[in-house]
């Protein structure tokens, strides 16, 4: 493999995404039981811990809350109904959850546009913005939260830090975070009652998945924020996005040379592999860069044209994906998001149409919107492009 075909790259194991499917869903079988056995012991009785496993000593509820990704707040509508009422401050990354959906929490919540705000995971993290918050509690990404010498400036304020992980590891780690934001809130019912649903539907694909043969699992390119720019090709690697491709038996061409959640692959390598699948995520913030747009604000006839024309770019529109017929768009915002079941479900029918016909990825929505959001999702998030 030429080197210029990625920037950070190393050869992987053929069976690289069969295993992470397995650890998958051995996960997800665990949160399952986690969710519906009736032995578990209560909330008072079950020792608290974050997602680095640290003991976390606060009575319960805990009280206020700063949170350092807006998504945060879409895992807490899942599971109060006035979720705004429970932060302290927020991070201001009104990009992570959408303009409309930044909008749809104002209107429900004015004093939301007056809440202080703190830097977000993908800044450097400020203790003393925090600090002046007054949270009871520091709701902290995993990976990308506090050093160990800032956590224990927190703590010694009397702050309590604890990391959570709904994005970087989502099947093994987005049903724990939300019983733990449950149990902070004193709404640990109502997260057990969105894992379990979660789970079911994730445990149908699963054992569908289980009986596919590795030479039956199509090559699939998704391309992140495609169109945002001329330099090709963002990609997914290992972890993340790469594992809801695992998930629904694809093989997501960028797991086999990038060794991060997230990269650039050459468009040299997308050409060579030739993959069978082409899925682009986009939003709202491409449409300056005449990207890949999709939801509330966009008709489905603008989406639609704007995935037939980031796929018109020389290199893309020879793919055998393209010419096949096999392209489709989904939401960014949705796709890294509390609510990620919607998304695996277009997934596995994308990847595998004829073995996911019944699954219906809108009606998942509608329920998730009247069932468990206190702020529901409007309009579309994903686009089908017409065979040519």
């Not at 809108?362 to 919107?369: E, G, K, S, V």
């Amino acid at each position: 493999m030429s080197a210029s075909y990625v920037r950070s790259a190393r050869p992987e194991a053929a069976g690289l995404d069969r295993r992470r499917l397995l650890s998958a869903g051995a996960a997800l079988f665990g949160l399952g039981m986690a969710g519906c056995n009736p032995a578990r012991e209560t909330s008072d009785e079950a020792p608290l811990t974050d997602l680095r496993d640290r003991p976390l000593k606060i009575a319960l509820p805990a009280g206020k809350l700063s949170i350092d990704d807006g998504r945060y707040l879409i895992a807490l509508a899942l599971i109060h109904p006035d979720p705004v009422s429970l932060l302290a401050a927020w991070s201001g990354d009104v990009n992570r959850i959408s303009p409309e959906m930044y909008a749809a929490f104002v209107e429900k919540s004015p004093q939301f546009t007056t809440l202080p705000k703190t830097p977000s995971s993908a800044a450097d993290f400020n203790v003393e913005t925090v600090l002046a918050a007054q949270p009871k509690v520091a709701v902290v990404s995993l990976g990308s939260g506090p050093t160990d010498a800032q956590v224990a400036q927190l703590e010694a304020a009397g702050v309590t830090v604890a990391f959570i992980d709904f994005f970087t590891h989502p099947f093994e780690n987005q049903a724990r975070s939300l019983n733990l934001l449950g149990r902070l809130t004193g709404r640990e019912a109502q997260a057990d009652a969105y894992n379990a649903f979660r789970a079911g539907k994730l445990k149908v694909i699963a054992d569908r998945v289980a009986a596919i043969p590795e030479d039956q699992r199509p090559t699939v390119f998704l391309e992140a924020h495609a169109g945002n720019g001329p330099d090709c090709c963002n990609s997914p690697g290992q972890g993340n996005v790469g594992d809801y491709i695992a998930f629904v038996g694809g093989r997501n061409i960028g797991a086999e040379v990038l060794k991060t959640a997230f990269g650039k692959i050459s468009l040299e390598y997308v050409i060579q592999k030739d993959p069978a699948v082409y899925i682009a995520t986009g939003g709202p913030h491409l449409a300056k860069a005449g990207g890949y747009v999709v939801g509330p604000q966009f008709s489905a006839a603008q989406s639609q044209a704007s995935l037939a024309r980031v796929t018109a770019r020389r290199g893309i529109a020879s793919l055998g994906a393209v010419r096949g017929g096999r392209v489709h768009g989904l939401s960014h915002q949705l796709i890294n998001s509390p609510i990620d079941i919607v998304a695996v479900e277009a997934l596995a029918r994308w990847i595998h149409p004829e073995l996911f016909s019944d699954l219906d990825p809108r009606a998942t929505l509608d329920t998730i919107n009247s069932r468990f959001l206190a702020v529901p999702y409007r309009g579309d998030y994903w686009t089908d492009l017409p065979k040519r």
